[in-house]
């Protein structure tokens, strides 16, 4: 298991800020699995169904700089 300090010691010029709206949308995602799996409809066939919806209606689109070849290059 990585912590911090050994992620900081490896990937040392990856320095980026993970934007606010996907800590949201994966806050209510996993608040949304939790509720699923407590109330046990995990075992039903189309228990993902809400999460998946939350995503698509939370979800944004991925920034272009993402999909360009030379992504790492612009971390360093």
């Known amino acids: ?6 992620y900081n010691v490896l990937f040392p010029s990856w320095q980026f800020q993970v934007p ?6 994966v806050s209510e995602t996993l608040r949304e699995f939790f509720k699923a799996i407590q109330a046990g409809k995990d075992s039903e066939p189309s228990w993902k169904k809400a999460i998946y ?5 939370l979800d944004e689109q991925v920034p272009e700089y993402f999909r360009t070849p030379n992504f790492l290059e ?3």
């Open 1 to 6: 298991m990585y912590t911090e300090q050994n």
């Open 20 to 25: 606010a709206p996907f800590v949201f949308v």
């Open 53 to 57: 919806k939350i995503i698509a209606r």
């Open 74 to 76: 612009h971390l360093e």
